[in-house]
């Protein structure tokens, strides 16, 4: 059973569309999150929910939106995207509800690439 | 805000050397700090972690010691494999925070 899974695994799409990403998490964490990758591995945060309210709102573009059904889903929708939206984007999620991260970290989604053409 | 770096790759290797990456952070109070690694094509797993001065994480053979003194936690391998060939992140977490700050990652190549 694949602990976070996101979908689709690849993405191609052309600049202007609009595209979501969806991840799941059957660990039962409290906290999810969304990290972009770009093509030097450089790693960014750039939301995160907390049975799904949201606690991390980066300096990201508006036309990326999180939204978070239920504490075991967090989705990325993404809005007229641009060349420079091309990148790995990756789904986390962490149990705890104080210091969640000091004990366990985060469990990783393998990714979705995105490639804007 | 809290930050990590680390030292900025590629390293490449022989098979059975020793391997060492170094990283520092700033961080207000006292961090949990973990190495994670990124294998090709996949997502960041748990290598190892330290959650205060002194714990000495270890994993596959890999050890990092969290040293208050020198805000360092350096990770060590005595005698890398091909299959250690990857991506690897320092990142910490403050106290009460949810957020992991990454460092910039190195990539390791171990050739046979």
């Known amino acids: 059973d694949t602990a976070v899974s996101q979908t689709p695994k690849y993405l191609v799409t052309q600049m202007g569309n609009d595209k979501s990403i969806k991840c799941e998490q059957n660990l039962g964490h409290d906290t999810m999150y969304w990290y972009k990758q770009d093509s030097k591995k450089f790693l960014k945060i750039m939301f995160s929910y907390n049975n799904k309210e949201l606690i991390i709102n980066e300096t990201v573009p508006n036309r990326f939106s999180p939204k978070s059904p239920d504490k075991a889903h967090l989705n990325l929708h993404i809005n007229s995207l641009e060349l420079g939206d091309s990148a790995v984007y990756f789904c986390?999620?962490?149990?705890?509800?104080?210091?969640?991260?000091?004990?366990?970290?985060?469990?990783f989604g393998s990714g979705t690439r995105l490639t804007v053409v | 805000g809290d930050s990590v770096t680390q030292m900025e790759g590629p390293v490449t290797l022989s098979e059975e050397a020793f391997l060492t990456i170094n990283c520092t952070y700033t961080a207000t109070g006292y961090p949990s700090l973990f190495w994670y690694v990124q294998y090709p094509g996949e997502g960041l797993q748990l290598l190892l972690k330290a959650t205060k001065a002194d714990d000495k994480g270890s994993n596959k053979g890999f050890e990092a010691t969290y040293r208050k003194e020198t805000t360092s936690f350096h990770l060590e391998k005595g005698s890398v494999q091909v299959s250690d060939s990857a991506v690897y992140f320092c990142?910490?977490?403050?106290?009460?925070?949810?957020?992991?700050?990454f460092g910039a990652g190195t990539t390791v190549t171990v050739r046979a």
């Open positions: 986390a999620s962490s149990q705890g509800d104080r210091g969640p991260l000091s004990n366990y970290g985060y469990t």
């Open positions: 990142a910490l977490s403050g106290h009460n925070d949810y957020k992991l700050s």
